[in-house]
């Protein structure tokens, strides 16, 4: 199984300021790596697939990075629309697919 | 309009079966891989079974091997997951999931639909 590992489990950020989260995979898992966004009582919303292809209606103000085993979600300037719990998943491997435990990103 | 609706989730009791059904519509079903993701109370995102588009090549996740089984009927634009010797530990929230338009045999989940609650309680 490739585990994935999110960093930090909690980012405290003001609204207009830069957001950095990471995902690492234990062993390579190339560009076949998403990003999901979830805001509670919701399901999750698609946000990256291929690591850095943005899904249809994705502001410009996130972008993703990364290949291998290290991966970045970025958010250029928070809106208070932005405050939810991400996901990085993997889908190089069926047996099984994985997710990370998410990253919680809160309003400072 | 793209739309996956899921149905079938309630109350059983441990030791016990359900069969989840999810009814697609706004696409060409058969074009593209689906699988089930579940999500515990308060906890993560996990995957839990993959089906190719043809229904001939399928995947689960160690936690539901040799208890769960997935099918579709590409006819009937619906797909399904029968859950046997179901366990406290399975009680989530199941979501049907489906893949972008531009990678349609991939495990990236770009379609989610509404999710079916289960409950596994004595």
């Known amino acids: 199984e490739i585990v994935m590992t999110q960093s930090p489990a909690t980012l405290s950020v003001s609204p207009g300021e830069k957001a950095t989260l990471s995902c690492r995979a234990r062993q390579s898992v190339s560009s076949n790596l998403a990003w999901y966004q979830q805001k509670p009582g919701q399901a999750p919303r698609l946000l990256f697939y291929?690591?850095?292809t943005r899904a249809t209606g994705v502001p410009a103000r996130f972008s993703g990075s990364g290949s291998g085993t290290e991966f970045t979600l970025t958010i250029s300037s928070l809106q208070s629309e932005d405050f939810a719990v991400y996901y990085c998943?993997?889908?190089?491997?069926?047996?099984?697919?994985?997710f990370g435990q998410g990253t919680r990103l809160e309003i400072k | 309009e793209v739309q996956l609706l899921e149905s079938g989730g309630g109350l059983v009791q441990p030791g016990g079966s359900l069969r989840l059904s999810c009814a697609a519509s706004g696409f060409t079903f058969s074009t593209y891989a689906m699988s089930w993701v579940r999500q515990a109370p308060g906890k993560g995102l996990e995957w839990v079974s993959g089906i190719s588009g043809n229904g001939g090549t399928t995947f689960f996740a160690d936690s539901v091997k040799g208890r769960f089984t997935i099918s579709r009927d590409n006819s009937k634009n619906t797909l399904y997951l029968q859950m046997n010797s179901l366990r406290a530990e399975d009680t989530a929230v199941y979501y049907c999931v489906r893949p972008p338009i531009a990678a349609p045999g991939t495990g990236a989940f770009d379609i989610w639909g509404q999710g079916t609650i289960l409950t596994v309680s004595s």
């Open positions: 291929g690591a850095s």
């Open positions: 998943q993997q889908y190089d491997s069926w047996l099984p697919i994985t």
